[in-house]
Structures are given as structure tokens and as C-alpha cells.
């Protein structure tokens, strides 16, 4: 069974720093191309970054480029993302998904305010 | 950016009866390699999203087979031959074939 685990997040103040994590288990992490989706509260879905297998590739939404990070490491079976500079318009609830969407994690929730 | 458009965006269905959603992009959605990344998702209240459906019309493993994807072009539609009670919550497309991949506003389904 495919799972994907978030964690990370929490009440930050604008201008700050957060790391989110995502721990697969339950698939060949390695072989995906992995992605960060955020839900600002009562709105809809919002793709942020994207990461090849290997990553070779990594592509970012523009309301988050030069301010977030997306990485992974195979051998831990884990995506990250680190996010700078971050303003109040990032508040969301953020999710790791496997590829095309074919699997969720729970997501966690960031809050942005002073 | 892609903008997906779906309609209607609130929808009230009957139990046992049919429904669909419709899903407009702003452009073609048929990739370099051939194929056409349209996606749909379900959400309910408090979980993430689920996929239904991949590539127009394909259906993940596990969907219930009255989920149907169609469409081409710009066009899309979901269908759902009979509604039961289990299906209301939010509804989203989305276009994988360009990053940064969109989404639909969402259509927020209820029973009559």
C-alpha cells in the first residue's frame, strides 16, 4: 500500500523558514517523479514543485520560485521541501503526491503570520 | 499557465441517478509523447484528494467502475452513472501535460 507521510509544518512568521518532509513507504520511491501541492484553507489545489526520478529535473510554480527548494533522497525514501522567505499567502495545507497524482499523504499545514 | 474551467461548480444530484461534470482547458492538452494528461480527483471533507481517473479515461485501481472519464482536445467530461452517498465532496481536474500542472475550481457535489 502506498503511503506518504508529511511533516514539518507549523506557525512560522512571515519573512521565515520552514523544511517539510515526506516519508514513502509502501512503493519503489525511486523510480517516481514526486510533487508538492498546497490547498490554501477553503480553496483549491495549487501545484508548487515538481522533481524527477533522479531528480534531473525540478520545476517550480512561479509564486514559489527563488524562494522554495525541492529535493529528495532515494536512499531514505523521502521528498522535501524547503521554503524561504515565506509570506502569508503560503498558508496551506501542503501534500506530497506521487507522480500524476496517484497517491497522497495526508498533508500538513503551514500557517504564515505575525 | 493552462487554465482548467469546470462546470457546474456546485452540484446537487439524486441518488441513483446520473451526473457529470464538465472540464474545459484553455489549450490542448495532448503531450509531446502522445498522450493527453487530463486527471480527475475526488475530495471529501478533511482527506486529501483521491484520483479517479488518469489520461481522459483511465481508472485508477479501486474506483468503482460507474466513474467514467471522456473527452479530447479541450473538452473533458466525468461521469457518474449512478450517484450514492458516498460521492459527494469536491471534484477536481487537472492537466499534467504542462507545468505548472492546474487545477479545476473544484465542483462541490451534494445529494438532493
Known amino acids: 500500500e502506498v503511503q506518504l507521510v508529511e511533516s514539518g509544518g507549523g506557525l512560522v512568521q512571515p519573512g521565515g523558514s520552514l523544511r517539510l518532509s515526506c516519508a514513502a513507504s509502501?512503493?519503489?520511491?525511486?523510480?517516481?517523479?514526486m510533487t508538492w501541492v498546497r490547498q490554501a484553507p477553503g480553496k483549491g489545489l495549487e501545484s508548487v514543485a515538481y522533481i524527477t526520478e533522479g531528480g534531473s529535473e525540478i520545476y517550480y510554480a512561479d509564486s514559489v520560485k527563488g524562494r522554495f527548494s525541492i529535493s529528495r533522497d532515494d536512499a531514505k525514501a523521502s521528498l522535501y521541501l524547503q521554503m524561504n522567505n515565506l509570506r502569508v499567502e503560503d498558508t496551506a495545507v501542503y501534500y506530497c503526491s506521487r507522480g500524476g497524482g496517484s497517491g497522497w499523504g495526508q498533508g500538513t499545514l503551514v500557517t504564515v503570520s505575525s | 499557465d493552462v487554465v482548467m474551467t469546470q462546470s457546474p461548480l456546485s452540484l446537487s444530484a439524486t441518488l441513483g441517478q446520473p451526473a457529470s461534470i464538465s472540464c474545459r482547458s484553455s489549450?490542448?492538452?495532448?503531450?509531446?509523447?502522445?498522450?493527453?494528461?487530463l486527471n480527475w480527483f475526488h475530495q471529501r471533507p478533511g482527506q486529501s484528494p483521491r484520483r479517479l481517473i488518469y489520461k481522459v479515461s483511465e481508472r485508477d485501481s479501486g474506483v468503482p467502475d460507474r466513474f467514467s472519464g471522456s473527452g479530447s482536445g479541450t473538452d473533458f467530461t466525468l461521469t457518474i452513472s449512478r450517484v450514492e452517498a458516498e460521492d459527494v465532496g469536491v471534484y477536481y481536474c487537472m492537466q499534467g501535460t504542462r507545468w505548472p500542472w492546474t487545477f479545476g475550481q473544484g465542483t462541490k457535489v451534494q445529494i438532493k
Open positions: 489549450q490542448g492538452l495532448v503531450h509531446s509523447d502522445g498522450n493527453t494528461y
Open positions: 509502501g512503493f519503489t520511491f525511486s523510480i517516481y517523479w
